[in-house]
């Protein structure tokens, strides 16, 4: 996704494991670096990101975004938001069902598997806490429903206009063909990232039936779901 979201827009990559290597002199072997990330955690409550995002920073462009590859636990991502504003840093949390990201790592080449199974790979309490971090996420993207243009998509949703992350908003999908435009379909794929779905007006006109005789009216219907807001 950083290929894709630095099309079209200047970014600047913040590389947390490069941060990592500089800081400690750690070698760049997994868990080497995760028993590293976890003492700098220690040393700095999670401000060791903001630090790295401040360094790299430093001089560039106010339109420039700045994209840090990974946040591991809460403490850095209220870190990113204490030092730089709450409105200035998007959180996207990214996320897939278990068997489709140990699917993901399986097919790997075997020289980029640092270990023999996913399950290994999650053996770090930290990395093993990760999907905690939705609940805080200004957005949460699972890449396993939706292409790399909508991930995107979803990822920058209110952020390039800035529009504040606690503002609750509402989006209206109205027909123009005067019925079987789809949008039943339309609806049906998007209710998964709302809150709630919501039907207005009244039932449908009708359709007519020749033989038998009768009028066909739909009644409307839609399920309310209770989840955070993804975007």
Known sequence: ?????????????????KYIVRKTGTSEE????????????RRTAG???????AEEGAGV???TLLLVDSARIAAQVTALRVRFG?????????????QVLQARYMARASELREFATYAEARTSPTEAAVDSLAAIADAVVDTSVFDLPSQVAYALEGWTDRTPNDERLVDVFVGAQWGSEGKGNVCSYLAREYD??????????GHKV????YDYIQLPAAPARTRKPRF
Request: charged share 25%; net charge positive; glycine share 8%.
């Open 47 to 53: 401000g060791w990101v903001a630090d790295a995002v």
């Open 196 to 205: 709630v779905l919501m039907r207005v007006g009244g039932p449908n006109a």
């Open 30 to 41: 997994r868990l080497a670096l995760q028993a590293a990330g976890d003492e700098l955690d």
């Open 1 to 17: 996704m950083r290929r894709a979201l630095a099309e079209g827009r200047p970014v600047r990559n913040i590389s947390t494991r």
């Open 86 to 98: 709450k409105a200035a840093v998007r959180h996207v949390h990214l996320t897939a069902p278990e």
């Open 210 to 213: 020749a033989d038998p005789k």
């Open 61 to 63: 462009a106010e339109s």
